[in-house]
């Protein structure tokens, strides 16, 4: 028969376990996960591809008022505009599941780059989820900025401006511009990490 001790050495042991999460988020300072996908027009997308070159990743939404709050001003792809053109690297990330908000067929992503005209290098799907959970994606937007050797220098919020009013924009401290900016000169990251701030990650049930 189980003793008391073992029982409850046994309950904790279970409690550890249960609260362990079930995907590690990437930190900063290390080389960022590797992923392979394929993008929007077909293209096979792998991250480590671009080793020698900075590159942001962003995880979206179109349905999300954050998201849309970037887009519908511009706001968004300017900075995809003023980056991109540097050969710096931009994957737009769409974790959303089938039959959940801002899900996305190919057909569709495409359709909404073009609409919105987006400057990202390339829009991929993940709709099981798998991206999204290996770099622990919490909202859209989700920003991620990995330097040339490959290592992740920032993460978290596109700017300071937690609400969903476009107006905020133009005072707001732009996170990615500003990380970008100091690898650009040679310097480190002053804010390497802010918490991110959005709708969830509409991930599989």
Known sequence: ??????????????????????????????????????????????????????????????????????????????????????????????????????????????????????RATARIADPKGEIGKLYDAKTTPHMFVIDADGKLVYEGAIDDDDSTDPANLPKATNYVRAAVNALMLGGTVEKPQTKPHGCSVKYAD
């Not at 349905?63 to 995809?80: I, T």
Request: proline share 4%; with cysteine; hydrophobic share 40%.
């Open 1 to 118: 028969m189980m003793t008391k001790r073992l029982f409850i050495c046994t309950l904790a042991a279970l409690a550890m376990i249960m609260t362990v999460p079930a995907w590690a988020a990437p930190k900063i300072g290390e080389i960022a996960p590797d992923f392979t996908a394929t993008d929007s027009a077909g293209k096979e997308q792998k991250l480590s591809n671009y080793k020698g070159k900075i590159v942001i990743l962003e995880w979206t939404n179109p349905e999300c008022p954050f998201v849309k709050k970037q887009y519908d001003s511009h706001n968004m792809q300017k900075l995809q505009g003023e980056l991109t053109a540097t050969d710096i690297v931009w994957l737009s990330i769409n974790s959303s599941a089938e039959g959940k908000q801002g899900y996305e067929t190919a057909e569709a992503a495409n359709d909404y780059m073009q609409r919105m005209e987006s």
